[in-house]
């Protein structure tokens, strides 16, 4: 009975994050960054988790720009680095978590901004390698901009009621 109502609610969790994952820019990124082990059962919790895992992704992606300092990157990714360091501390230290409180108040509009700019912030930073230098963190800045822009369009559900 137990392995049953398990699989009837992971069906569930899908069944309903499926259609509200549909509404988002990326739909198998959406799906794909959900744990059918702890279901989501409305929108705001979905919007809840998505906010938090850009968080963990930021905070993972300043970490490694940090070391690549640290270990003396290429002396032509030192400046462009040390850049984007400058573009994520903010982004992780006060914009998230500012906007996690956002959300858990309700001001979804104010959240929404925050995660924007935190996407906007992913992609001013590969832009600071354009030219001679290949930027390692490409699939980062990507991958976040992309969790951003899933998280907007989720709030922008929950906005709609």
């Not at 509200?20 to 990124?29: E, S």
């Not at 905070?59 to 360091?85: F, N, R, V, W």
């Not at 501390?89 to 914009?95: A, G, H, R, S, W």
């Amino acid at each position: 009975m137990s392995l049953r109502l398990k699989s009837v609610t992971t069906i569930v969790f899908f069944r309903k994050n499926g259609v509200v994952a549909l509404k988002t820019p990326f739909y198998d990124l959406c799906l794909s960054s959900l744990n059918p082990q702890n279901p989501i059962t409305d929108v705001k919790a979905l919007a809840s988790a998505m906010t938090n895992l850009v968080l963990s992704n930021a905070t993972d992606t300043l970490s490694y720009i940090q070391e690549l300092i640290k270990q003396g990157a290429d002396p032509q990714l030192q400046k462009p680095l040390a850049d984007c360091a400058e573009l994520y501390i903010p982004v992780v230290k006060y914009n998230l978590p500012q906007a996690i409180n956002a959300l858990m108040r309700g001001r979804f509009g104010f959240t929404s901004y925050l995660l924007s700019d935190a996407g906007k912030q992913a992609q001013d930073c590969e832009k600071n390698f354009s030219g001679s230098s290949q930027s390692p963190l490409t699939e980062r800045n990507k991958l976040l901009s992309n969790l951003c822009d899933v998280a907007v369009a989720i709030l922008k559900l929950l906005q709609k009621g």
